[in-house]
């Protein structure tokens, strides 16, 4: 019996587990296991309870033996009996014993050795993993810096910008005010063009009708004295080309000893032009007096004028503005000697807008005095002359 029991030798090896066949197999157990599941299914084999049963009834009946088992087992050894046949087997199967356990103590060798490569392969891969997870590390915490600073450029970048856009803001909020200033400017300065404008088109008006105005008197006039200035001789052509002037009116004083006389003898005799209209329309007339009108024993001629009522007084500017000039006619050197001259008094009631047919006359009182006459008086004629340079 001790000899079926005795050594089980591996019977194949597939890859790097150990295969057996369960040592009851010449009982019938075709099971083969890894090794290290064997031990389990050999105590709970079927064919190992028969080999029990069979071994019980061989045996004596008094009582059943105790079997155990070898204490080489855990090296292989797989003896299986009473204590008597196990005290047998320890003495026959010490050379079994001493190779089991040098195969045991090979195998575990190798089983060391190949751990130990198995630790070292593990501890390189390990160091190689961690020598790369240190590299990685090392370039993460390179990129992280790198991300760090390209954070805190960009957020200074961001606070650039952000005053940037603050100062602009601020910048396009006055330019906004300025334009709307200038804005406002121009549209005051728009409406005063306008209302200049507006201002320039009544004046044209006014203008257009005072030109017609300005026509129909010259034409009436030339039509008036065309006859008379063929039988005159040339002062006479020269006065009447001066009196066809806008503004002047010429005086020929014929017989004036006579008239003087008389005027000496009554001042209120006086001599009256004909009307004529100054450049701004103002109707107009000379009245002299040979002898003056207010002193007694004057001995000097007075020149007024006196404004009259026209027909377009509403569309005049009032009062009248200007100057008058007063000439007398010199023979000798066929020009017009200069007398005096006096600026229109806006305050006088003589240059405001005519109220009746005409105003009260204003005037040269004392410009030419009889002694002062002389050679102007020729062929008992004297021609006076009077400008009117208006302003408005
Ligand atoms: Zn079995
Ligand atoms: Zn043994």
Redesign the pocket.
């Known amino acids: 019996m001790s000899t079926e029991k005795t050594i089980h030798c591996p019977e194949k090896t597939e890859g790097r587990t150990r295969l057996v066949a ?4 010449q009982r019938g ?1 075709n ?1 083969i296991l890894p090794m290290e599941s064997m031990s389990e ?2 105590m709970s ?4 309870s028969a080999a029990i049963q069979t071994h019980v009834t061989s045996s004596s009946r008094a009582s059943p033996p105790n079997y155990v088992m070898c204490q080489f087992e855990s090296v292989g050894c797989e003896f299986e009996g009473t204590t008597r046949e196990l005290l047998e087997h320890e003495c026959a199967s010490l050379n079994s014993h001493l190779k089991f356990m040098l195969i045991f103590c090979l195998e575990s060798d190798l089983k060391a050795l190949k751990a130990h490569t198995k630790v070292q392969s593990v501890s390189a891969h390990l160091q190689h993993n961690i020598k790369q997870l240190s590299n990685s590390l090392r370039d993460t915490q390179g990129e992280c810096q790198a991300d760090h600073r390209m954070l805190i450029s960009l957020k200074e970048q961001i606070m650039v910008l952000k005053r940037n856009l603050e100062e602009n803001n601020q910048y396009l909020l006055e330019h906004l005010v300025a334009t709307e200033d200038n804005l406002r400017r121009k549209d005051e300065e728009i409406a005063a063009l306008q209302k200049q404008l507006q201002e320039k088109s009544d004046l044209d008006v006014v203008t257009r009708f005072r030109v017609r105005v300005l026509e129909d008197f010259v034409n009436e006039h030339l039509t008036r004295s065309g006859p008379h200035i063929l039988s005159e001789q040339m002062t006479a052509d020269r006065n009447q080309d001066e009196e066809l002037r806008i503004g002047v009116k010429i005086m020929e004083i014929f017989e004036f000893e006579e008239k003087k006389r008389q005027a000496m003898a009554d001042r209120r005799l006086a001599l009256v032009s004909d009307p004529f209209v100054t450049s701004n329309c103002v109707k107009m007339k000379l009245k002299i007096f040979l002898n003056g009108d207010e002193v007694e024993g004057e001995t000097c001629i007075t020149v007024y004028v006196v404004i009259l009522r026209g027909l377009n007084d509403e569309n005049l500017n009032w009062p009248f503005r200007g100057k008058f000039t007063l000439y007398v006619f010199d023979p000798e050197s066929r020009n017009y000697k200069f007398v005096d001259r006096f600026d229109a008094d806006p305050n006088h009631f003589s240059f405001q807008k005519p109220c009746t047919e005409r105003n009260i006359g204003y005037g040269f009182l004392r410009s030419i005095g009889h002694s002062e006459l002389g050679r102007l008086v020729k062929d008992n004629k004297v021609v006076i002359k009077v400008t009117v340079d208006a302003l408005n």
């Open positions: 369960c040592k009851y197999r157990c099971m299914h050999k084999c079927p064919f190992r």
